[in-house]
Protein backbone atom coordinates (compact mmCIF):
# COMPACT_ATOMS: atom_id res chain seq x y z
CA UNK A 1 0.00 0.00 0.00
CA UNK A 2 1.07 3.41 -0.52
CA UNK A 3 0.72 6.55 1.59
CA UNK A 4 0.70 9.15 -0.89
CA UNK A 5 -2.65 10.18 -3.17
CA UNK A 6 -2.62 10.55 -6.88
CA UNK A 7 -5.66 12.09 -6.42
CA UNK A 8 -9.31 10.98 -7.85
CA UNK A 9 -9.80 10.26 -11.64
CA UNK A 10 -13.02 10.61 -13.42
CA UNK A 11 -14.12 6.77 -13.05
CA UNK A 12 -13.69 7.67 -9.16
CA UNK A 13 -16.63 9.91 -9.22
CA UNK A 14 -20.15 8.56 -8.00
CA UNK A 15 -23.13 10.91 -7.92
CA UNK A 16 -23.98 12.35 -4.58
CA UNK A 17 -20.72 11.45 -3.14
CA UNK A 18 -19.96 14.33 -0.75
CA UNK A 19 -16.37 15.17 -0.09
CA UNK A 20 -15.22 17.07 2.93
CA UNK A 21 -11.44 18.89 1.41
CA UNK A 22 -8.67 19.15 3.63
CA UNK A 23 -7.06 21.67 5.08
CA UNK A 24 -8.95 24.07 7.22
CA UNK A 25 -7.20 27.92 5.97
CA UNK A 26 -7.53 30.62 8.60
CA UNK A 27 -6.86 33.54 6.77
CA UNK A 28 -5.38 36.72 7.69
CA UNK A 29 -3.83 40.06 7.15
CA UNK A 30 -1.23 39.09 5.64
CA UNK A 31 -2.92 36.99 3.16
CA UNK A 32 -5.13 39.96 2.12
CA UNK A 33 -1.65 42.20 2.21
CA UNK A 34 -0.54 39.38 -0.76
CA UNK A 35 -3.31 39.40 -2.49
CA UNK A 36 -3.55 43.32 -2.97
CA UNK A 37 0.08 42.91 -3.84
CA UNK A 38 -0.69 40.55 -6.57
CA UNK A 39 -3.43 41.79 -8.21
CA UNK A 40 -3.74 45.87 -7.22
CA UNK A 41 -7.64 45.51 -6.14
CA UNK A 42 -8.25 49.41 -5.06
CA UNK A 43 -12.17 48.77 -3.94
CA UNK A 44 -12.49 51.19 -0.67
CA UNK A 45 -14.54 48.58 1.19
CA UNK A 46 -11.54 45.91 0.87
CA UNK A 47 -8.73 48.12 1.67
CA UNK A 48 -9.97 50.24 3.90
CA UNK A 49 -10.85 49.35 7.83
CA UNK A 50 -11.96 52.83 8.43
CA UNK A 51 -14.11 53.16 5.04
CA UNK A 52 -15.42 50.12 6.05
CA UNK A 53 -16.60 50.60 9.23
CA UNK A 54 -17.90 53.76 8.61
CA UNK A 55 -20.85 52.34 6.29
CA UNK A 56 -21.34 49.51 8.89
CA UNK A 57 -19.13 46.71 8.15
CA UNK A 58 -17.34 45.67 11.41
CA UNK A 59 -14.11 45.74 9.47
CA UNK A 60 -12.43 45.78 6.02
CA UNK A 61 -13.89 42.33 4.49
CA UNK A 62 -11.64 39.76 2.80
CA UNK A 63 -11.80 40.61 -1.01
CA UNK A 64 -15.02 38.14 -2.69
CA UNK A 65 -12.51 36.68 -5.07
CA UNK A 66 -10.01 35.57 -2.68
CA UNK A 67 -12.67 33.98 -0.34
CA UNK A 68 -13.61 32.41 -3.62
CA UNK A 69 -9.98 30.89 -4.59
CA UNK A 70 -9.26 29.83 -0.95
CA UNK A 71 -12.59 27.84 -1.20
CA UNK A 72 -11.33 26.50 -4.74
CA UNK A 73 -7.94 25.53 -4.25
CA UNK A 74 -9.20 23.23 -0.91
CA UNK A 75 -11.39 21.62 -3.52
CA UNK A 76 -8.44 21.13 -5.91
CA UNK A 77 -6.59 17.85 -4.64
CA UNK A 78 -9.55 15.92 -4.56
CA UNK A 79 -11.76 17.16 -7.78
CA UNK A 80 -9.88 18.12 -10.23
CA UNK A 81 -6.07 17.34 -9.40
CA UNK A 82 -5.93 15.01 -12.94
CA UNK A 83 -8.30 17.87 -14.84
CA UNK A 84 -7.28 18.91 -17.93
CA UNK A 85 -9.31 21.98 -17.61
CA UNK A 86 -11.49 24.12 -15.34
CA UNK A 87 -14.32 24.82 -17.96
CA UNK A 88 -16.95 27.09 -16.39
CA UNK A 89 -19.09 28.00 -13.09
CA UNK A 90 -22.53 28.41 -12.37
CA UNK A 91 -24.79 29.28 -9.44
CA UNK A 92 -22.00 30.99 -6.98
CA UNK A 93 -23.27 32.84 -4.29
CA UNK A 94 -21.30 35.17 -1.42
CA UNK A 95 -23.42 34.25 1.55
CA UNK A 96 -21.57 35.78 4.58
CA UNK A 97 -19.13 38.82 4.58
CA UNK A 98 -15.50 37.20 5.97
CA UNK A 99 -13.09 39.16 7.78
CA UNK A 100 -9.24 38.19 9.05
CA UNK A 101 -8.93 36.27 11.55
CA UNK A 102 -11.98 33.85 10.26
CA UNK A 103 -11.17 30.23 9.31
CA UNK A 104 -12.35 28.68 5.95
CA UNK A 105 -13.11 24.89 5.11
CA UNK A 106 -14.81 23.62 2.04
CA UNK A 107 -16.67 20.45 1.13
CA UNK A 108 -18.54 19.32 -2.49
CA UNK A 109 -20.96 17.16 -3.67
CA UNK A 110 -20.83 15.45 -7.04
CA UNK A 111 -24.06 16.33 -9.09
CA UNK A 112 -23.28 15.54 -12.75
CA UNK A 113 -21.20 13.20 -14.60
CA UNK A 114 -20.38 12.61 -18.23
CA UNK A 115 -17.85 10.52 -19.84
CA UNK A 116 -16.17 12.12 -22.96
CA UNK A 117 -16.72 10.49 -26.17
CA UNK A 118 -12.66 10.07 -26.76
CA UNK A 119 -12.91 7.64 -23.23
CA UNK A 120 -10.00 9.23 -22.30
CA UNK A 121 -11.96 12.01 -20.00
CA UNK A 122 -14.89 12.88 -18.50
CA UNK A 123 -16.64 16.00 -16.88
CA UNK A 124 -17.34 16.16 -13.71
CA UNK A 125 -20.08 18.81 -12.02
CA UNK A 126 -19.97 20.06 -8.63
CA UNK A 127 -21.26 21.67 -5.63
CA UNK A 128 -18.58 23.53 -3.69
CA UNK A 129 -19.70 25.29 -0.02
CA UNK A 130 -17.26 27.13 2.14
CA UNK A 131 -17.54 27.11 5.58
CA UNK A 132 -16.63 29.98 8.70
CA UNK A 133 -15.25 27.88 11.78
CA UNK A 134 -18.74 28.24 13.56
CA UNK A 135 -20.12 26.45 10.58
CA UNK A 136 -22.07 29.39 8.75
CA UNK A 137 -21.84 29.03 5.19
CA UNK A 138 -19.89 32.07 3.43
CA UNK A 139 -19.55 30.85 -0.39
CA UNK A 140 -21.32 28.41 -2.40
CA UNK A 141 -20.92 27.62 -7.02
CA UNK A 142 -21.57 24.56 -9.16
CA UNK A 143 -18.59 24.40 -11.15
CA UNK A 144 -18.02 21.70 -14.15
CA UNK A 145 -13.95 20.40 -14.57
CA UNK A 146 -12.84 17.83 -17.13
CA UNK A 147 -10.85 15.07 -15.61
CA UNK A 148 -8.62 12.65 -16.90
CA UNK A 149 -9.65 8.60 -16.25
CA UNK A 150 -6.85 6.66 -14.95
CA UNK A 151 -8.25 3.80 -17.36
CA UNK A 152 -9.08 4.21 -20.83
CA UNK A 153 -11.05 0.76 -20.58
CA UNK A 154 -12.59 1.34 -17.44
CA UNK A 155 -16.41 1.25 -17.10
CA UNK A 156 -17.43 4.69 -16.29
CA UNK A 157 -20.70 5.77 -14.34
CA UNK A 158 -23.95 6.42 -15.95
CA UNK A 159 -24.28 10.18 -17.82
CA UNK A 160 -26.01 12.64 -15.73
CA UNK A 161 -26.32 16.62 -16.12
CA UNK A 162 -27.48 18.70 -13.90
CA UNK A 163 -29.81 21.68 -14.63
CA UNK A 164 -28.26 24.67 -13.22
CA UNK A 165 -29.59 28.07 -13.41
CA UNK A 166 -28.83 30.85 -15.66
CA UNK A 167 -28.36 33.04 -13.14
CA UNK A 168 -29.23 33.97 -9.51
CA UNK A 169 -32.47 35.10 -8.48
CA UNK A 170 -31.84 39.15 -7.12
CA UNK A 171 -33.98 37.99 -4.19
CA UNK A 172 -31.31 35.95 -3.26
CA UNK A 173 -28.55 38.58 -3.04
CA UNK A 174 -26.90 40.06 -0.20
CA UNK A 175 -26.63 38.61 2.64
CA UNK A 176 -22.74 38.68 2.52
CA UNK A 177 -23.50 42.72 2.99
CA UNK A 178 -24.69 44.56 5.89
CA UNK A 179 -26.93 46.93 5.76
CA UNK A 180 -24.59 50.20 4.79
CA UNK A 181 -24.91 53.83 5.96
CA UNK A 182 -24.83 55.63 2.35
CA UNK A 183 -24.43 58.80 4.12
CA UNK A 184 -21.37 57.46 5.13
CA UNK A 185 -19.93 56.13 2.19
CA UNK A 186 -17.31 58.86 0.73
CA UNK A 187 -17.62 58.68 -2.79
CA UNK A 188 -14.73 61.10 -3.23
CA UNK A 189 -12.22 58.17 -1.42
CA UNK A 190 -13.81 55.32 -2.99
CA UNK A 191 -12.22 57.05 -6.63
CA UNK A 192 -16.02 57.59 -8.41
CA UNK A 193 -18.83 59.65 -8.08
CA UNK A 194 -21.07 56.93 -9.83
CA UNK A 195 -23.85 54.90 -8.00
CA UNK A 196 -26.62 52.85 -8.86
CA UNK A 197 -28.70 55.30 -10.58
CA UNK A 198 -25.68 55.85 -13.11
CA UNK A 199 -25.58 52.93 -14.92
CA UNK A 200 -27.42 51.82 -17.73
CA UNK A 201 -28.40 48.20 -19.14
CA UNK A 202 -26.70 47.61 -22.27
CA UNK A 203 -23.80 50.35 -21.39
CA UNK A 204 -20.12 49.06 -22.15
CA UNK A 205 -17.03 50.13 -20.63
CA UNK A 206 -13.11 49.76 -21.67
CA UNK A 207 -11.54 49.70 -18.58
CA UNK A 208 -8.24 50.64 -19.97
CA UNK A 209 -5.74 49.45 -18.75
CA UNK A 210 -3.52 46.63 -19.53
CA UNK A 211 -1.63 43.95 -17.02
CA UNK A 212 1.24 42.01 -18.16
CA UNK A 213 1.03 38.09 -16.60
CA UNK A 214 4.22 37.10 -15.12
CA UNK A 215 5.53 33.54 -13.96
CA UNK A 216 5.90 34.19 -10.62
CA UNK A 217 3.44 35.91 -9.80
CA UNK A 218 0.44 32.99 -10.97
CA UNK A 219 2.59 30.67 -9.11
CA UNK A 220 2.76 32.65 -5.80
CA UNK A 221 -1.05 33.24 -6.26
CA UNK A 222 -2.23 29.80 -6.83
CA UNK A 223 0.17 28.68 -3.69
CA UNK A 224 -1.46 31.43 -1.46
CA UNK A 225 -4.85 29.45 -2.35
CA UNK A 226 -3.19 26.28 -1.90
CA UNK A 227 -4.04 25.13 -5.30
CA UNK A 228 -2.45 22.34 -5.81
CA UNK A 229 -3.06 21.68 -9.43
CA UNK A 230 0.01 20.22 -11.40
CA UNK A 231 -1.02 21.92 -14.74
CA UNK A 232 0.33 25.34 -13.30
CA UNK A 233 3.46 24.42 -11.29
CA UNK A 234 5.40 21.45 -12.96
CA UNK A 235 6.85 22.50 -16.59
CA UNK A 236 8.55 19.11 -16.63
CA UNK A 237 5.68 17.69 -17.18
CA UNK A 238 3.61 20.49 -18.94
CA UNK A 239 6.21 20.16 -21.51
CA UNK A 240 5.02 16.77 -22.68
CA UNK A 241 1.40 18.41 -22.82
CA UNK A 242 -0.59 20.02 -26.09
CA UNK A 243 0.79 23.50 -24.86
CA UNK A 244 4.34 22.44 -23.85
CA UNK A 245 3.91 25.48 -20.95
CA UNK A 246 2.26 25.74 -17.35
CA UNK A 247 -1.45 27.33 -17.41
CA UNK A 248 -2.04 30.12 -15.66
CA UNK A 249 -4.84 29.55 -13.31
CA UNK A 250 -7.98 30.38 -14.42
CA UNK A 251 -8.79 32.63 -11.52
CA UNK A 252 -6.11 34.35 -11.87
CA UNK A 253 -7.57 35.71 -15.13
CA UNK A 254 -10.83 36.65 -12.99
CA UNK A 255 -8.75 38.78 -10.51
CA UNK A 256 -6.76 40.28 -12.71
CA UNK A 257 -10.07 41.50 -14.75
CA UNK A 258 -11.92 42.49 -11.74
CA UNK A 259 -9.05 44.74 -10.35
CA UNK A 260 -8.99 46.29 -13.70
CA UNK A 261 -12.64 47.01 -13.36
CA UNK A 262 -12.50 49.10 -11.02
CA UNK A 263 -11.63 51.96 -13.87
CA UNK A 264 -15.59 52.33 -14.49
CA UNK A 265 -17.15 50.17 -11.74
CA UNK A 266 -14.82 51.59 -8.63
CA UNK A 267 -18.24 51.90 -6.51
CA UNK A 268 -19.27 48.10 -7.46
CA UNK A 269 -17.52 46.97 -4.60
CA UNK A 270 -19.03 44.01 -3.47
CA UNK A 271 -19.21 40.38 -5.33
CA UNK A 272 -22.99 39.16 -4.74
CA UNK A 273 -22.99 36.03 -7.12
CA UNK A 274 -21.34 34.67 -10.05
CA UNK A 275 -24.12 33.71 -12.49
CA UNK A 276 -22.00 31.94 -14.66
CA UNK A 277 -18.45 32.05 -15.88
CA UNK A 278 -16.56 30.28 -18.96
CA UNK A 279 -12.29 29.82 -19.29
CA UNK A 280 -12.92 30.71 -23.13
CA UNK A 281 -9.23 29.98 -23.76
CA UNK A 282 -5.78 29.18 -22.01
CA UNK A 283 -3.60 32.01 -20.34
CA UNK A 284 -0.59 31.86 -20.59
CA UNK A 285 2.64 33.81 -18.93
CA UNK A 286 3.93 36.86 -20.79
CA UNK A 287 0.41 37.65 -22.04
CA UNK A 288 -1.02 40.94 -21.23
CA UNK A 289 -4.78 41.04 -20.00
CA UNK A 290 -7.30 43.42 -20.76
CA UNK A 291 -10.84 43.26 -19.89
CA UNK A 292 -13.95 45.27 -20.76
CA UNK A 293 -17.75 44.85 -19.36
CA UNK A 294 -21.20 45.41 -19.89
CA UNK A 295 -24.33 46.15 -17.96
CA UNK A 296 -26.85 43.11 -18.38
CA UNK A 297 -29.40 44.74 -15.68
CA UNK A 298 -29.81 46.50 -12.84
CA UNK A 299 -32.14 45.62 -10.18
CA UNK A 300 -33.49 46.57 -6.79
CA UNK A 301 -33.06 44.56 -4.11
CA UNK A 302 -36.12 43.62 -1.93
CA UNK A 303 -36.34 45.09 1.31
CA UNK A 304 -33.27 47.30 0.66
CA UNK A 305 -32.34 51.07 -0.02
CA UNK A 306 -29.06 51.13 0.07
CA UNK A 307 -27.53 49.24 -2.16
CA UNK A 308 -28.33 47.95 -5.46
CA UNK A 309 -27.34 45.07 -7.76
CA UNK A 310 -25.87 45.60 -11.48
CA UNK A 311 -25.46 42.36 -13.19
CA UNK A 312 -21.95 42.60 -15.07
CA UNK A 313 -20.66 40.74 -18.05
CA UNK A 314 -16.67 41.26 -17.89
CA UNK A 315 -15.14 39.88 -20.97
CA UNK A 316 -10.80 39.30 -20.67
CA UNK A 317 -8.47 39.53 -23.61
CA UNK A 318 -4.85 38.79 -24.32
CA UNK A 319 -2.53 40.84 -26.09
CA UNK A 320 -5.90 42.75 -27.44
CA UNK A 321 -6.78 46.06 -25.83
CA UNK A 322 -10.90 46.85 -25.63
CA UNK A 323 -11.97 50.08 -27.08
CA UNK A 324 -14.41 48.06 -29.64
CA UNK A 325 -15.06 45.74 -26.99
CA UNK A 326 -14.33 42.12 -28.51
CA UNK A 327 -16.10 39.38 -27.73
CA UNK A 328 -17.96 37.26 -30.54
CA UNK A 329 -18.43 36.79 -34.40
CA UNK A 330 -21.17 34.65 -34.72
CA UNK A 331 -21.04 31.89 -32.25
CA UNK A 332 -17.45 31.89 -32.30
CA UNK A 333 -15.27 33.77 -29.55
CA UNK A 334 -12.65 36.74 -30.87
CA UNK A 335 -9.55 35.12 -30.68
CA UNK A 336 -8.02 36.96 -28.01
CA UNK A 337 -10.98 36.77 -25.27
CA UNK A 338 -10.20 34.39 -22.64
CA UNK A 339 -12.45 34.96 -19.95
CA UNK A 340 -16.73 35.25 -20.35
CA UNK A 341 -17.92 35.96 -16.49
CA UNK A 342 -21.53 37.06 -15.72
CA UNK A 343 -21.62 38.42 -12.32
CA UNK A 344 -23.84 40.84 -9.76
CA UNK A 345 -21.94 43.44 -8.19
CA UNK A 346 -23.49 45.69 -5.24
CA UNK A 347 -23.11 49.47 -5.56
CA UNK A 348 -24.60 52.31 -3.22
CA UNK A 349 -27.99 54.06 -4.45
Not at 73 to 99: E, M, R, T
Not at 149 to 173: F, I, S
Amino acid sequence: MTKITSGNFFEDFRLGQIIRHATPRTLTAGDVALYTGLFGSRFAVQSSSAFAKAIGYRDAPVDDLLVFHVVFGKSVPDISLNAVANLGYAGGQFLAPVYPGDTITAASEVIGLKENSSRKTGVVYVRTRGFKQDGAPVLEYVRWVMVRKRDEAAPAPADHLPRLPTAVDPKMLGTACPPIDAKSYDFELAGSPYRFADYQPGERIDHVTGTTVEEAEHQIATRLYQNTARIHFDQFAAAQSRFGKRLIYGGHAISLARALSFNGLANAFHIAAINGGRHVAPLFAGGTLFAWSEVLAASELPGRDDVGALRLRTVATVDRPCEDFPLKTGDEYDPAVILDLDYWALIPR
